[in-house]
């Protein structure tokens, strides 16, 4: 069985799409915990119902964030992760941390790398005036939003989206994508070779 550790800064709302799939499609892994850098995460509640370990490293308790990613780093480890899931975890990482999960951490990102990096995706979406919109899931690397992309799902721009309506329906895609994804992960579907991402399909898919 792989084991998974997901980081969460709030709701945890993919986080819970992923505990359901894991549950329903009975991967051959376990999520072993959950681990936030705010206590006041409601996420951890969820985590906490489901018997999912709920582990709050504050990061306002570190001086730098080096400090705070060397402890967040030896909590994680407690729970020897075969993967790390970035799940609206709203901390930049430093590049030893990311060195140390290098090809098993994953991150979802709400625009089609590698446009609209950072924040407000859906705002930079409808100022450029792009029809096309999504997600994408990466693995993580020192380059921030720049990982290896291993997969992305569209949905149409419409004529008067907001940001609200263009992000819910965003997010429908990433509850989507991000546990297929993982399940790809935990089967061995998912290759990391010079740098390019690869996931095969399983035989299910259509």
């Avoid at 994680?76 to 590049?95: H, Q, Y």
């Avoid at 098993?104 to 029809?131: D, K, W």
């Avoid at 096309?132 to 008067?160: C, E, N, R, S, Y």
């Amino acid at each position: 069985m792989r084991r998974i550790v997901i980081l969460i800064s709030g709701r945890g709302s993919n986080m819970e799409a992923i505990i359901r799939a894991a549950q329903d499609e009975k991967w051959p892994a376990r999520i072993v915990a959950v681990v936030s850098n705010r206590a006041d995460a409601s996420g951890l509640h969820y985590a906490a119902e489901q018997g999912i370990p709920a582990i709050v490293v504050p990061h306002k308790d570190y001086a730098t964030r080096e400090a705070f990613d060397a402890a967040l780093q030896s909590r994680i480890d407690e729970f020897s992760p075969d993967l790390l899931v970035l799940a609206g975890f709203m901390r930049v990482l430093t590049s030893r941390f990311v060195a140390h999960y290098a090809g098993r951490m994953l991150n979802i990102h709400p625009s089609l790398l590698p446009s609209f990096v950072g924040l407000a995706t859906h705002n930079q979406a409808l100022a450029a005036g792009v029809t096309i919109h999504g997600a994408t899931v990466h693995f993580v690397t020192a380059d921030l939003d720049h990982g290896p992309i291993v997969a992305q799902a569209t949905v149409p721009v419409l004529p008067d989206d907001t940001e609200t309506t263009l992000a819910a329906r965003v997010l429908e895609q990433e509850h989507i994508i991000y546990p297929r994804v993982i399940r790809a992960f935990v089967e061995g579907r998912v290759s990391l070779i010079d740098g390019i991402a690869r996931m095969t399909p399983d035989n299910i898919e259509s």
